[in-house]
């Protein structure tokens, strides 16, 4: 019980029994509701869990049981590893002839990351392109994002909401971006989106394999976004 309790706390901690914490603050907890007694049938109430063990870093957006996704920052380390990551022609070939990519220069890295910031700043922490970091080395493995897709013309959002991962090769084939994805896809559901889409790029067995993992139904390519593109489409519905 206590092992699976410390897996689930660190899994999902905003749903944890109704407590909640303030972002940056210290995860609460509630107390035990004791067996028997006078308050044996009252809620425990929350408390402070030890800090050293699951304060969540301010930048979290959410933290599963390998993997910290969190906003990308303009630090230096950052930055070479977004170019490090978005300069590979395998991440870039899957991306469209449209998206400006491989990166060519060091230099890009920042202006990459400001736009990405300007597009999804309204939405504050709900929609956006984050990293995802291996908690237990600190490294950064690639990007994972949740946003509404951008229609034909590439400039106005539409209302469908799609979820989306590219990770260095190095880390391929760890369940990655399974990971992170779920974690994303399970909070985007839980505000009430009733369908959420992955679009690939035809020829990448790899992120299509991740899309059925994560219990996504293929309908097929279609061409309502990114341009025109024409790309194979899933999606996921909330459960009823």
Request: charged share 25%; net charge neutral; aromatic share 8%.
């Amino acid at each position: 019980m206590g092992d699976l309790w410390w897996r689930h706390l660190i899994r999902v901690p905003e749903r944890l029994a109704g407590c909640h914490r303030q972002r940056g603050e210290a995860l609460q907890a509630p107390e035990p509701v004791p067996a028997t007694g006078p308050n044996r049938h009252r809620p425990g109430k929350c408390v402070v869990l030890m800090r050293a063990v699951v304060t969540i870093p301010a930048m979290a957006i959410v933290i599963t049981e390998r993997l910290l996704v969190r906003d990308w920052t303009d630090g230096p380390v950052d930055l070479a590893r977004l170019f490090e990551i978005y300069s590979r022609p395998e991440i870039a070939r899957f991306l469209g002839s449209t998206s400006g990519l491989p990166l060519t220069d060091p230099g890009q890295a920042a202006e990459r990351l400001a736009r990405w910031r300007r597009r999804h700043a309204a939405y504050g922490d709900r929609y956006g392109i984050w990293a995802i970091e291996v908690r237990e080395t600190g490294v950064v493995v690639g990007s994972v994002l949740v946003k509404p897709l951008p229609g034909r013309d590439e400039q106005v959002f539409t209302d469908d909401i799609e979820v989306g991962w590219h990770l260095h090769p190095e880390a391929w084939g760890n369940g990655y971006a399974t990971e992170a994805a779920r974690a994303l896809v399970e909070r985007e559901l839980d505000t009430g989106t009733p369908l959420i889409h992955a679009v690939v790029a035809p020829g990448n067995i790899a992120s299509m394999a991740v899309a059925r993992r994560l219990g996504m139904t293929s309908v097929g390519r279609r061409s309502d976004w990114y341009g025109g593109e024409e790309l194979e489409t899933f999606v996921l519905a909330r459960p009823a």
